[in-house]
């Protein structure tokens, strides 16, 4: 279970974790969230919403990491995506049939923010700022789903592999190095393959003093022989 879940005493109107997306509404929308949202907060490897269960709250992640994935068959996942503050999370469950049609899990203490879905597809409704900002954000992650899709199909593994990295230090860390939040595990599913071959091609880029890796972080050594793997693929 979260480590624990509470009305807070923070409020919408003047918090500074909330999406930008929210950023958009009025004060009085504002207080129709803060009426109708819970905050919680995870601790790593907690479930944040299932796949396959019913929606009744969209989520707005105030601090900590997160990973988006599709369950797959025999335990085997997809990851989408990161999530980090402060970004949003809804679906297309929100206006096809309410489910939740992937997982997302903590991958370090998180706390987010569940809005009521009907408060928040109210808001939609009366707020078509807010609404077109929204439909742009969800267009966004798809056409980033949609060309990760093509590079996981189309490479090898390095140069799949070599986009992951690329993705967490450019887009998710922001540095040339980054803690080991993220498993091999997580390396792998992220890279469309298995935990072995992961950790091979890891070893590979790690002897060509590609990076560097301890128990606690990874170190980007080389950007351009990375960038070129991917390049190649």
Not at 39 to 47: A, I, L, M, Q
Not at 73 to 95: C, W
Request: with cysteine; aromatic share 8%.
């Amino acid at each position: 279970m979260p480590d624990y879940l509470e009305k807070t005493q923070m409020n919408c109107v003047s918090c500074e974790c909330k999406s930008p997306l929210f950023r958009l509404l009025s004060d009085e929308e504002l207080e129709q969230v803060q009426k109708n949202r819970i905050n919680v907060v995870f601790k790593p490897g907690e479930t944040i919403r299932k796949q396959g269960t019913v929606m009744t709250h969209v989520i707005s992640v105030n601090s900590g990491l997160a990973k988006l994935y599709l369950e797959g068959i025999e335990q085997r996942n997809a990851i989408l995506r990161l999530v980090k503050p402060t970004n949003f999370i809804g679906g297309p469950g929100i206006y096809l049939d309410l489910m939740h049609h992937y997982t997302v899990t903590a991958l370090m203490e998180s706390s987010v923010c569940f809005i009521d879905i009907h408060v928040f597809k109210k808001i939609i409704k009366q707020n078509s700022l807010f609404a077109e900002e929204f439909i742009k954000d969800f267009s966004r992650n798809t056409l980033s789903a949609y060309n990760r899709l093509i590079n996981l199909t189309q490479k090898q593994m390095p140069g799949r592999l070599s986009d992951t990295l690329l993705y967490l230090f450019n887009d998710i860390f922001q540095s040339n190095k980054f803690p080991m939040l993220v498993s091999k595990q997580d390396l792998a599913d992220l890279s469309a393959m298995s935990k072995d071959s992961a950790v091979k091609v890891l070893r590979e880029f790690q002897n060509d003093g590609i990076i560097r890796i301890t128990d606690h972080e990874m170190e980007l050594l080389d950007s351009a022989a990375l960038k070129k793997i991917s390049r190649i693929g």
